[in-house]
């Protein structure tokens, strides 16, 4: 009996030391005052997504962080504890920890340039503006790493973005919210397991 634990468990360890890793960042600030607001969707969609593969995070250095395992895949969900502007921090430590390529990552952001619940997938990009991916691109050094851009608007007076964009959700938007959760969730299944060109074809303007 010792004998095939002993097989089985080292062939398992074996299986998941050559799994393919991939990292999915979600971008957020830490604290409830934050919990809902429309800066932390890259939070929700992890949230969500962790939901739905009944699996829990689990406070480690410089985040929350869930594994999942998923056809030959190890899904490292990361939640950033470093607020938004120091990003690249954490995102650079979990990187090197489980030694993931830069092609292997998935961060998500909000993004005011795009419809509300719009959904695009791009392999670089600017930071636009946005002080999360001004960390990520200043630590990584590169503006070269797969984003997913979550669509939240600019319904917002002149002078009056950043309380638009640490608002509340409205009571339509959480509405219609579920819904692109349950889309973001493909989106990311389909970045680990199709790649990255298949799901920009498959989910872009979705």
């Given at each position: 009996m010792n004998f095939w634990n002993r097989f089985f468990g080292k062939r398992n360890s074996q299986e998941t030391n050559t799994m393919k890793k991939i990292l999915i960042v979600g971008l957020g600030n830490i604290g409830q005052e934050y919990e809902n607001t429309r800066h932390n969707i890259g939070f929700k969609v992890?949230?969500?997504?962790?939901?739905?593969?009944?699996?829990?995070?689990?406070?480690?250095?410089?985040?929350?962080?869930?594994?999942?395992?998923?056809?030959?895949r190890k899904l490292f969900l990361l939640k950033p504890s470093t607020y938004m502007n120091l990003s690249g921090k954490a995102?650079?430590?979990?990187?090197?920890?489980?030694?993931?390529?830069?092609?292997?990552?998935l961060v998500i952001t909000d993004d005011l340039n795009l419809s509300f619940g719009t959904i695009r997938i791009k392999a670089k990009g600017s930071d636009g503006g946005h002080n999360g991916l001004k960390s990520?691109?200043?630590?990584?050094?590169?503006?070269?790493?797969?984003?997913f851009r979550f669509g939240i608007s600019d319904q917002f007076k002149k002078g009056q973005q950043v309380d638009y964009v640490l608002g509340e959700w409205t009571s339509e938007e959480n509405s219609i919210l579920i819904e692109r959760l349950e889309v973001a969730a493909k989106v990311i299944r389909s970045f680990a397991l199709a790649g990255l060109s298949n799901t920009m074809n498959e989910y872009n303007g979705k």
């Open positions: 992890l949230d969500y997504l962790a939901k739905e593969e009944s699996i829990t995070f689990q406070t480690q250095k410089l985040g929350d962080v869930a594994e999942y395992n998923i056809k030959g995102i650079k430590y979990w990187m090197e920890k489980e030694n993931i390529e830069k092609e292997n990552i990520i691109q200043a630590v990584l050094n590169t503006v070269e790493y797969p984003r």
